[in-house]
């Protein structure tokens, strides 16, 4: 156990839907990483958010977006759902903001029919 | 953009060594490079990190070149619990944008 809570495991929804992934840091964490892992991607990065400020941005479509709360956790919209976005989506913390040792969720796998 | 390439698999027999190889260029300077080992439908966990130099801990090794534009992961004496895909992860060194490998299916045998 990583310590990294997110929620839902499992999400299934149409085409053109909007959803929200929610994740827990490890306690004393202040760093969350979003994550996409596809078949025919990969892992992606999607954005890192270190103690309430967008700190990186990587692959993250205009149709996603993310925030971190004043508690930490942080959660990622997505909206105008496409079969392609179908995937699984990881969250993880580290205690800093560079790219160190990373604690990964179980993840929240989406499938858009 | 940073780029990395990884083999895609490889196999091994238990007992064995393992050295798994990531080449990337254009890193950022001033981070780490680090791996990480997933099972299927787990998250990654991570191995190691290292700067430069050899690094080492409890499960495996770190190796990289003064130059910065490989790393290799060494494993010593794998198991069958070992069958796993593992990445290496770096930052990119213009823009900070986090990079993953493209994953090496390492298959230990028996």
């Known amino acids: 156990d990583s310590g990294v809570t997110q929620t839902p495991k499992h999400l299934i929804t149409a085409t053109g839907q909007r959803v929200t992934l929610r994740c827990s840091p490890r306690s004393g964490d202040l760093s969350v990483y979003w994550y996409q892992q596809s078949l025919d991607q990969g892992l992606q990065f999607l954005i890192q958010y270190y103690n309430g400020e967008e700190r990186a941005k990587g692959n993250i479509l205009e149709r996603f977006s993310a925030q971190q709360f004043p508690d930490l956790h942080s959660e990622l919209n997505l909206s105008s759902l496409e079969l392609g976005d179908s995937a699984l989506y990881f969250c993880?913390?580290?205690?800093?903001?560079?790219?160190?040792?990373?604690?990964f969720g179980p993840g929240t796998r989406l499938t858009v029919t | 953009l940073a780029k990395t390439t990884q083999p895609i698999s490889m196999d091994s027999y238990e007992g064995q060594e393992v050295n798994i190889t990531c080449s990337h260029n254009?890193?950022?300077?001033?981070?780490?490079i680090t791996w990480y080992q997933q099972f299927p439908s787990q998250g990654p966990r991570f191995i190691i990190q290292g700067y430069k130099t050899k690094v080492t801990n409890e499960v495996a090794s770190l190796f990289i070149p003064a130059d910065r534009k490989s790393s290799t992961l060494s494993l010593p004496r794998v198991s069958l619990s070992d069958t796993a895909v593992y990445y290496c992860l770096v930052g990119d060194g213009n823009t900070g944008k986090l990079i993953f490998g493209q994953g090496t299916t390492l298959q230990v045998k028996p």
């Open positions: 254009n890193i950022a300077t001033n981070d780490y």
């Open positions: 993880a913390s580290s205690e800093r903001f560079e790219a160190y040792e990373q604690y």
